[in-house]
């Protein structure tokens, strides 16, 4: 257990729904990193959210958007979902805002669009 | 665009010999470079970092190396072990910002 925990699992939903996967950071960590994985890619930056505020977007489609809470979770919404957006999606945290010592990362949330 | 790539998928060594992953990177201004390990059904967990100002950094059988003027790392493994079998993503960051990750080298090692 990394301490970092990601809800649900497994999501199967059909195309043009909208899910919200959620995270919750190691105790202490105020940086919440989202990061989507598709068949054969790396782990491609969506956003970060540092403390409540966001720190950096990377390539997050104008369909997805996140929040952190003051409790620091945070979730990740999808809506108007397509095939392609079936992924493995990872949430991962840190202390500080750049990550210096590395992420701990959850052990992912498996999306199925069908 | 991929500015952190490894062009090997995959990679297949015998046990007790030396596991050597490769990475690239395109964007000169990254000055901190991580390694993770990630095993099936887990998110991937830190391995070994490595900050511009060197270009070695040894922990143990992991040792990473960076030659910034060709904007390449690599991570060995000595000896390798079956426990070393994993997908192994290197990442790349410019300091105080988010990391940028590789596609992923898979590591078989054979007992």
Known sequence: DSGVTQTPKHLITATGQ??????????GDLSVYWYQQS????????IQYYNG??????????????????DLHSELNLSSLELGDSALYFCASS???????????????????V | DQQVKQNSPSLSVQE????????????????????YK??????????????SI????????????LNKSAKHLSLHIVPSQPGDSAVY?????????QFYFGTGTSLTVIP
């Open chain 1, 18 to 27: 909208r899910v919200t996967l959620r995270c919750s950071p190691r105790s």
């Open chain 1, 39 to 46: 068949l054969d890619q790396g782990l491609q930056f969506l």
């Open chain 1, 53 to 70: 505020e966001e720190r950096a977007k990377g390539n997050i489609l104008e369909r997805f958007s996140a929040q952190q809470f003051p």
């Open chain 1, 95 to 113: 202390v500080e805002a750049g990550g210096w010592y590395g992420y701990t990362f959850g052990s992912g949330t498996r999306l199925t669009v």
């Open chain 2, 16 to 35: 007790g010999r030396i596991s050597i992953l490769n990475c690239d990177y395109t964007n000169s201004m990254f000055d901190y470079f991580l390694w």
């Open chain 2, 38 to 51: 990630k095993y099936p059904a887990e998110g991937p967990t830190f391995l070994i970092s490595i900050s």
């Open chain 2, 54 to 65: 060197k270009d070695k950094n040894e922990d143990g059988r992991f040792t990473v190396f």
């Open chain 2, 89 to 97: 993503f290197c990442a790349a960051s410019v300091t105080g910002n």
